[in-house]
T-cell receptor, first 115, second 114 residues
């Protein structure tokens, strides 16, 4: 079975600075997708960034980028120029490329932005 | 806003009762997944429906059941409620093509069992 581990229950960063959230996963599959989701107090899961395992290039979306290390099964999220609106729970998630589109989530990291 | 709506937003039920949660998927999406998120935890996959048929199930007992309708909306039914069923229930819809697709989530239903 696939598992996703986020070892940082809480992180904090000063506004405008950079923070990195860690995620490791375990799978025997070679083809899969990895995601970072943001869950603000409104509870709705919002997709931040997605990485296809077959792509070596790290995904980037504006201030958000990932460091995908396939051999190490590591998938960290870097947030640059942190803004107050970035404060939320962040979840790392895994999905197989084939079969049911089941997302396997980590336990989450609560990110606090200090003004 | 994702276009995925869930109802009700909050619900209080008594242990042993039955509950039905509803989800309207985003227009054009044919796949709906349900997740249970206990307080302080990541969401756990309950099951998925594709074209009105169950298409994958997580480690949940049979008293968790679902339906998907021809318009791709969905229901989650839980029988014989237990205190541990108290959680946020999330619905996600997507378009299943076999390629990478994004799942869009609703705001969830907060279920409290007393």
């Amino acid at each position: 079975a696939q598992t996703v581990t986020q070892s940082q229950p809480e992180m904090s960063v000063q506004e405008a600075e950079t923070v990195t959230l860690s995620c490791t996963y375990d799978t025997s599959e070679s083809d899969y997708y990895l995601f970072w989701y943001k869950q603000p107090p409104s509870r709705q899961m919002i997709l931040v960034i997605r990485q296809e395992a077959y792509k070596q290039q790290n995904a980037t979306e504006n201030r958000f980028s990932v460091n995908f290390q396939k051999a190490a099964k590591s998938f960290s999220l870097k947030i640059s120029d942190s803004q107050l609106g970035d404060a939320a729970m962040y979840f790392c998630a895994y999905r197989r490329a084939q079969g049911a589109q089941k997302l396997v989530f980590g336990q989450g990291t609560r990110l606090t932005i200090n003004p | 806003e994702t276009g995925v709506t869930q109802s009700p937003t909050h619900l209080i039920k008594t242990r042993g009762q039955q509950v039905t949660l509803r989800c309207s998927s985003q227009s054009g999406h044919n796949t709906v997944s349900w997740y249970q998120q206990a307080l302080g935890q990541g969401p756990q996959f309950i099951f998925q429906y594709y074209r009105e048929e169950e298409n994958g199930r997580g480690n949940f007992p049979p008293r968790f059941s679902g339906l998907q309708f021809p318009n791709y909306s969905s229901e989650l039914n839980v029988n014989a409620l237990e205190l541990d069923d108290s959680a946020l229930y999330l619905c996600a819809s997507s378009w299943r093509t076999g390629a990478s697709t994004e799942a869009f989530f609703g705001q969830g239903t907060r279920l409290t069992v007393v």
